[in-house]
């Protein structure tokens, strides 16, 4: 028997918000994973410009005053963060101290000064914060991983990936990343099982009304090469698009999650559902296994901190760069 | 270039003298594109001789024309009564023949690319323009109604400002029974091939030059050898900034399972929008079996195949005939083997190449 978990939900932002859809009072029961039962959805006022209260008071969610009331809370086992990433350090060493079990969607830090004084902290409490990966969320990621890494593709050679987030709905962590930018290459990482020893990116031109372009040829030690693309805002869709295609020497492996959204026709035009209906949060389910799955948060953050510099570093020098 | 409407009524045009052509090498790319094209159109062109190596092949493709064939192609070239040549040999015998033949007076449509080397591609542009002859470099996804149509919506700004062009293109890895990469083919030879960067990659260069409309300024790649025992690579994945600020990018694939359908994928993101076509969502047919889904006739369901080299063949013969521009241009496809020689370059040193204006200096390895 799986135990309820009560989650106390820490922001506003498009995941939140796609989970108190999901998983609130008034979501429909088919919906309802069967491992939450009972919960206590908290948001932060001040984190919600755009989510009124009596929007929040439509889903049955308790409004608090300060954020900090969540973690306090005695019925919250869990905390899920989605608040903009420049807060995620403080609120998640606010959870693990008060011994909460936390969710964090990438990044956890934008820098390396953001992530030194968290590091510590997190070692402390091992297992206590789990990552959360939008793309591995998804039961095509997940079949992916699996697929690669029980062999079925014997071995892995080339990867190609567009990540793109129509709407620019994850923040940009640098002039030239989005947070995006760190679940495709987490994804990438955990596909791989290696780490990248060589990096080239470039950047598209930012302008008005236009998309925000990183192009990214990486290396693995193991030889994989992966062509990336991350993408955020470009207009003529209104949801996540996102396909994967990985080659090994015994098959291949295409995954298109956001491809089978439903178009809707109109007398005012043609739109996609957006994405919140679509697979993107169902990291819960399974009786809350980590999706962090065996990886050290630790390790891999450091990682992707350092690839994150080295991608600058291209972009700088418009050249690769040795890892 | 715009779409050519007039074009798909292509048999039913006629004129009291046909184009008078020689097709040497009687290959795959022969028999499958240039053959088909010379059968649509009848009163526009006619098939004079067939020249290949192989005399067997040769007189295969010839017969059905009534056309005569040969071992060597100095024997055809000399011929008076042929106009213009099709080359549809391996790259690196592009420039002896095209020599020949422009020597001897002919016109030539060259398969892609212009050659292996710039040297040899300079020496084409230069015999050809010495002889007083026309030389057209077959880029044959220029002629594609669906790339001309594309091209046509970014001429006319239906995207706004572009920023980014992606052409993906996948393969399957050789049947055992032969074809492009498999052991003894000529694309798997190191004396006669230099591997992706020009089989297929020759096009993916000219496409994003020819839709970013500017000129490359840089190009960053990585290749790889997928299959057992290869010598070339058959993989390639490249970068390419142009001096406007657009990003072209190509991931080239030669070694997928054989029941994994061969596609292209051109997307073209701009400040206003986006342009699609991708082959893999229009499968035209999809067969579920025991051992999983096969794609039976996704290489010939390609839409880049449909009536493109008729197309071409047609262009070039109005060219040739009326006199006026060539829809590919020498010096555009000797920029297209320069981007895809600097994208091998780049690959061999793990570094990005800065490419030179078309009339500066090119890096050092890529000197004629």
């Not at chain 1, 954020?67 to 403080?90: C, F, H, K, Q, Y």
């Not at chain 1, 178009?263 to 919140?276: D, E, H, L, N």
């Not at chain 2, 409407?5 to 292509?10: D, E, G, R, Y």
């Not at chain 2, 292209?264 to 579920?288: F, I, N, P």
Request: some cysteine.
């Amino acid at each position: 028997m799986t135990l309820p978990v009560r989650i106390g939900l820490l922001g506003a932002d498009e995941r939140i918000r796609a989970m108190v859809e999901r998983y609130g009072p008034g979501a429909p029961l088919e919906a309802a994973p069967v491992t939450v039962g009972s919960w206590a959805p908290c948001m932060i006022p001040e984190g919600l410009p755009s989510v009124a209260p009596n929007e929040t008071a439509r889903y049955g969610a308790i409004l608090v005053d300060r954020w900090t009331e969540v973690l306090e809370d005695p019925l919250v086992d869990s905390i899920v963060v989605g608040t903009d990433p420049g807060a995620r350090p403080v609120v998640i060493q606010a959870g693990l101290e008060m011994g909460k079990t936390v969710w964090c969607p990438w990044p956890i830090a934008e820098t390396e000064a953001a992530w030194e004084p968290l590091e510590p902290i997190v070692a402390e409490h091992p297992g206590q914060l789990r990552i959360i990966n939008d793309l591995v969320a998804t039961e095509e990621g997940a079949s992916m991983l699996a697929r690669v890494h029980e062999g079925g593709l014997g071995t892995l050679t080339t990867v190609y990936g567009a990540f793109r987030d129509s709407q620019g709905r994850r923040g940009m962590t640098s002039p030239a990343m989005s947070s995006l930018t760190w679940h495709a290459l987490d994804f990438l990482r955990r596909l791989t099982d290696s780490p990248a020893t060589r990096v080239y990116a470039a950047s598209g031109p930012r302008r008005s009304g236009g998309p925000q372009l990183l192009l990214l040829t990486l290396r693995y030690l193991n030889d994989v090469v992966v062509t990336a693309e991350v993408a955020t805002g470009f207009p003529g869709a209104s949801g996540d698009d996102w396909e994967v295609e990985a080659v090994g020497t015994a098959g291949a492996f295409r995954i298109a999650p956001f491809q089978r959204e439903l178009t809707v026709v109109s007398a005012q035009g043609s739109r996609r559902v957006p994405w919140v209906a679509g697979p993107g949060v169902s990291f819960f389910e399974g009786g809350l296994e980590p999706t962090s799955g065996a990886m050290d948060v630790r390790s891999r953050t450091g990682e992707l901190l350092v690839l994150m510099r080295a991608i600058e570093a291209s972009l700088e020098r418009r050249d690769a760069v040795a890892l | 270039m715009s779409v050519d409407k007039a074009s798909l009524q292509f048999g039913t045009e006629s004129r009291p003298e046909p184009l008078r052509v020689g097709l040497i090498g009687a290959g795959g790319i022969a028999e499958s594109a240039h053959v088909p094209a010379l059968r649509n159109l009848p009163g526009r062109v006619r098939l004079v001789a067939v020249a290949d190596p192989n005399g067997g092949r040769a007189k295969a493709l010839a017969d059905p024309f009534d056309a005569d064939y040969y071992e060597d192609y100095r024997a055809l070239v000399q011929r008076k009564d042929v106009d213009a040549v099709i080359i549809a040999t391996p790259e690196r015998w592009h420039a002896d023949i095209t020599t020949a033949a422009a020597e001897a007076g002919k016109h030539v449509l060259c398969e892609k690319p212009i050659a292996h080397t710039l040297a040899d591609a300079d020496r084409m542009l230069r015999v050809t323009r010495d002889h007083g002859v026309r030389l057209m470099i077959g880029h044959s996804r220029r002629f594609t109604a669906r790339y001309q149509a594309l091209k046509d919506l970014l001429d006319e700004n239906a995207v706004g400002a572009v920023a980014l062009i992606r052409e993906n293109e996948r393969r399957a890895r050789p049947a055992s029974d032969g074809g492009y990469w498999s052991p003894g083919h000529w694309t798997a030879d190191p004396a006669q091939s230099v591997g992706v960067a020009l089989t297929n990659g020759i096009h993916e260069a000219d496409l994003s030059a020819w839709l970013a409309r500017s000129e490359p300024v840089r190009i960053y790649a990585e290749a790889k050898i997928l299959r057992e025992g290869g010598k070339v690579p058959d993989f390639i994945t490249w970068t390419i900034t142009f001096a406007n600020g657009v990003l072209a990018t190509s991931e080239i694939v030669n070694g997928l399972p054989p029941s994994y359908p061969a596609y292209h994928q051109l997307e073209v993101y701009g400040t206003e929008g986006a342009l699609r076509a991708k082959d893999h969502d229009m499968q035209s047919a999809v067969c579920y079996g025991t051992e999983g889904a096969t794609h039976p006739i996704s290489y010939s369901a390609l839409l880049h195949q449909q009536d493109t080299y008729t197309r071409q063949l047609k262009a070039f013969a109005d060219a040739v005939e009326g006199g006026g521009p060539l829809p590919v241009t020498p010096e555009e496809a000797r920029a297209a083997l320069y981007l895809a020689l600097a994208a091998q370059e780049s690959a061999e040193r793990g570094r990005a190449v800065k490419l030179a204006a078309p009339t500066g200096e090119p890096p050092r390895r890529l000197r004629p």
